[in-house]
């Protein structure tokens, strides 16, 4: 059995939920993860902080203005008056428990309850339409099944048992829609996977029963080679191995969630990319098997804050960099980047909200110095390290200012650290100069 993943475009029109109906009805058994409506969650998040600025009326009016939307939706999505009428039902009491949330001042977990409505109504209105549609699903409720545990990493063994009980209990169904994104915590609080996560869904739950292939259908064919957002004349790569996808998906590449494939490349589980506006279109084949040598694709992360670490002693001083590993282990934030020197060492991470403390403990042994707003721009592929591409980086970037290099931590990677302002820049020149064949 497959688990198909539909992100917020897919499902952010009538014609569209249409592709998506028309992808999924051909007889064969399956789960189907969707996320919210596109722009959706969007609105979420600014209701929910304008909640907590104390801003009330700039909340509610942000939610009637989205329940307008929705009961649009409705009506274009759903001609049969009883299916009708029982969907925007549900739909006005997902608003008016939004408007409640509206209306008081912040309490705990108020966010996450309302980030979590968007993909609430996208299965709820989905399921309503393929009901309509004659085609024949079940709703399975996420939050009967997924959970995180205390690091905020999915809870397999909870979310193997729990999800075989939901699916079991309605053995009969052709298609199983469940939501994206959302999950318990710990303490049976609705919480999510971040931003992006309905891919961290669907790997999850294809981990979970070990699927024969986990689909992420999106709106564009494949994960291409270059930023489509920032480059021109980028293109779709058909091959990628688990660990070359990591490596983008991980480094900013939007298409994928930063962790999509962990859950699966154990168990050897593909995941394909493809288009809903575009079914035909090959896409990209996730897998065990790496194809082609050289610098197969670039992606680029942003928000970095680059930490140069200077002692004097270090070079005597064994034991230095276990000290320094240890402030950021103490405070839970996870290191991308590091590279060193004789008397320095330079890292990089890209959650900060532990800064302040762990450059109090720094300081106590060594010089520090902080530069934020940088990005990382990562370039992946087979065996990179070797292949002569590599060797005209250098040469290509002359005029980009490099804050750091790592090379070789890999056979796979390559990656730069450089200040957000000159992102664009390098990106559009490795385009022209590693893809578009032009001699630098
Ligand atoms: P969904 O809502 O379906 O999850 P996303 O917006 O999360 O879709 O991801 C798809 C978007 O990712 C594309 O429209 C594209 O603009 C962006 N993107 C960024 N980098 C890449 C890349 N390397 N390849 C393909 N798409 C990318
Ligand atoms: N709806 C969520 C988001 O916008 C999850 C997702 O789309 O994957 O981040
Ligand atoms: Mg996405």
Not at 121 to 142: D, I, K, W
Request: aromatic content about 6%.
């Amino acid at each position: 059995m497959k688990v198909l993943k539909f992100g917020g475009t897919s499902v952010g029109s009538v014609e569209n939920m249409t592709n998506v109906k028309n992808i999924i009805n051909d007889g064969e058994k399956k789960i189907v993860v969707l996320s919210a409506m596109s722009g959706t969650t969007n609105q979420l998040v600014a209701i929910g902080q304008d909640i907590e600025a104390g801003n009330s009326a700039a909340a509610v009016e942000k939610v009637t203005t989205l329940h307008e939307t929705y009961k649009v939706t409705v009506d274009n999505l759903l001609q049969n008056g009883d299916l009708n009428a029982s969907v925007k039902a549900y739909v006005a009491n997902v608003f008016s428990f939004l408007e409640s949330c509206a209306s008081k001042t912040f309490c705990v977990n108020l966010e996450n309850q309302i980030v979590a409505q968007g993909e609430l109504l996208s299965t709820y209105m989905f399921n309503a339409f393929l009901n309509q549609e004659g085609v024949s699903s079940t709703l399975l409720p996420a939050l009967d099944f997924m959970r995180i545990d205390e690091n905020k990493e999915p809870d397999i063994a909870y979310i193997k048992e729990n999800f075989k009980k939901v699916f079991e209990a309605t053995p009969d169904s052709e298609i199983y829609i469940t939501q994206g994104f959302i999950c318990l915590d710990t303490e049976d609080q609705i919480s999510n996977l971040q931003r992006g996560g309905s891919d961290y869904t669907a790997t999850i739950i294809g981990a979970a029963f070990l699927a024969e292939e986990v689909q992420i259908w999106t709106d564009i064919d494949g994960m291409h080679n270059n930023d489509p957002r920032h480059v021109e004349n980028t293109h779709p790569i058909s091959n990628l191995s688990f660990d070359e996808a990591a490596e983008l998906a991980y480094f900013g590449a939007k298409i994928l969630h930063p962790q999509t494939v962990t859950p699966v490349r154990a168990d050897n589980i593909p995941v394909r990319l493809k288009n809903t506006m575009e079914p035909s279109a090959h896409g990209t084949l996730i897998s065990s098997v790496t194809a082609g040598d050289g610098i197969k694709a670039i992606a680029a992360k942003d928000g970095i804050t680059a930490i140069k670490i200077k002692s004097a002693r270090m070079l005597q001083a064994h034991g230095f960099l276990k000290k320094v590993f240890e402030i950021f282990e103490t405070y839970k934030t996870s290191i991308d980047m590091i590279t060193t020197s004789e008397v320095a060492v330079s890292l990089t991470i890209d959650d900060d909200s532990n800064l302040e403390p762990i450059l109090a403990e720094l300081d106590k042994i060594a010089t520090i110095e902080v530069d934020k707003n940088q990005s990382i721009v990562c370039l992946v592929g087979h065996e990179v390290v070797n292949h002569d591409d590599t060797f005209r980086l250098f040469k290509i970037l002359q005029d980009v200012k490099i804050r750091m290099i790592s090379y070789g931590g890999s056979q796979n990677n390559i990656s730069l650290l450089i200040d957000s302002k000159d992102k664009i820049n390098t990106l559009q020149k490795l385009n022209t100069y590693l893809f578009e064949l032009v001699t630098p």
